[in-house]
């Protein structure tokens, strides 16, 4: 079965239809930049032409940056902040000529994918997506169940940011760091998050992701860390296989 999955960053929003029975994408990735603002209309917007480039009738599933609950945006963190309140899954609808939408939280989709057909099979006890972008996504699994919605990259560093803010791949990139002094802060992040959470495994995916084996040395966390096999293509396909899940 194919269904198409979208995935909405804070620089682009990414699509390819997926064969969820093995978690291949079928087609090509396509990839149209985040409007800014991201105001719901602007990315209403972009999400039809996706849907138009893959001339796509069937359901959606979609991974949202922030908490989703019943398809509704609860928080604004990298998108515009009209979004908090907005029922997503019917306004995609709607501006999408009525096919059905599924939407989750992004980190959470994306271990979705890990956890069923990636990194993460076989993984017991307390499993934890991070992904690394324009902000900082953390998926939660305990025994392979999802406890959705936990937004780890909005605790707040000691100078009272969000620690997305200082560490994510996005700080990297605008304050034009080196890979290890960028290393040494997603390190902060990691210790802290093993101090509140205690996880048992950590799954990092994201697009940094695949330069995990330049920065890997710089990483002091004592917690077993494994890398998404999916990448940066998680949120695709953990988004549809999502849309199944609560199709049925």
Known sequence: ???????????????????????????????????????????????????????????????????????????????????????????????????KFVVGNDADLAGVAEMRMGAGIGLNGKVMMVTIGTGLGSGLFFNGELIPNIELGHLFHTDGRPIEKYAADSAREREGLELEEWAKRFDFFLNH?????????????????????????YLTADIPITVAKFRNQAGIIGAAMYALDMSN
Do not use: Y
């Not at 079965?1 to 978690?23: H, P, R, Y």
């Open 1 to 99: 079965m194919t269904i198409l999955g979208i995935d909405i960053g804070g620089s682009g929003i990414k699509g390819a239809i997926v064969d969820v029975e093995n978690g291949q994408l079928i087609t090509d990735r396509h990839r149209i930049p985040t409007p800014q603002p991201a105001t719901p209309k602007a990315v209403a917007k972009t999400v039809k032409e996706l849907v138009e480039h893959f001339k796509w009738k069937g359901t959606v599933g979609c991974s949202f940056p922030s908490v989703v609950k019943e398809g509704k945006c609860f928080t604004a963190g990298n998108i515009a902040q009209e979004w908090i309140g907005t029922q997503i899954d019917d306004l995609f609808s709607k501006t999408c000529g009525g096919i």
């Open 193 to 217: 998050l093993n101090r509140v959470t205690a996880p048992d495994h950590i799954i990092i995916g994201g697009g940094i992701s695949k330069k995990f084996d330049k920065f890997e040395k």
